[in-house]
């Protein structure tokens, strides 16, 4: 018989998870309900929650662009503001002067672009790569065979043969600033890995990297993005042009997110 719960008891899970400032506990308690198959289950569901622990890693799947992508333990949980930077690197590849755009999803984590860029159906030749080998693993289920899921240090994962032929390289990289992880929600200082929030000093040491070798892989219309903050977007499009790109900042008021683009 299949496992319910009756409305008193999940009314007090709702105020459990409210009273540890889960935000949207309505929600949680629904899809923790879903998750679990016993009374058991449920309560070790539950605690968990309450102890910090993200929701993704407990459902195991998080939600990006209507797609449920695989999210392992320790892996960095795909935001809704990437959203934006996802939609905007499927309009370059769609725009593209090839037939078949070539999209590299840099510091792909669980490879929510590279999955959505497939998902919209231009026709892209897809790449998602990533330093943390879980977070590959994540990819390399997510991409399915319709992508290339790849391990390595930014562009030394990729194949040669893409050098000089990639026209979209998308980059969600750490943009967290190492003196500010501390004031980060528990969620994620405590649980997600430190290599896919700690930026460096100012926060764009990766974004630097990416910047300055993105040039030799880009076609000649070729074009960079990169998600960032609204108070970095000035630094980071020094920092592009200083690469040879020409930097644009766009900002989404909805998804409270902001992006730098550079073409070549």
Known sequence: MEFAVDDEAASEIVGALRAAGCVFADDETRLLIAEASSTAEL??????????????YLLGWAEFLGLRLTVERGVFVPRRRTEYLALEAIRCARSAETASPVLVDLCCGVGAVAAATIEAGIGAEVYAADIDPVAVGCARHNVGARGQAVEGDL?????????????????NAPYVPTGEIVMMPSEARNHEARTALDGG??????????????PDWLTRAGQLLVETSERQAETASGIFAAAGLKPRILRSADHDSTIVIGSR
């Open 43 to 56: 309560d070790r569901l539950v605690a968990a929650r309450i102890s910090g622990e993200p929701l993704e």
């Open 155 to 171: 562009f030394a994962a990729l194949p040669a043969e893409l050098r000089g032929r990639i026209d979209v390289i998308v980059a």
């Open 201 to 214: 000093p100012d926060g764009l040491d990766v974004g630097r990297r990416i910047a300055a070798g993105a």
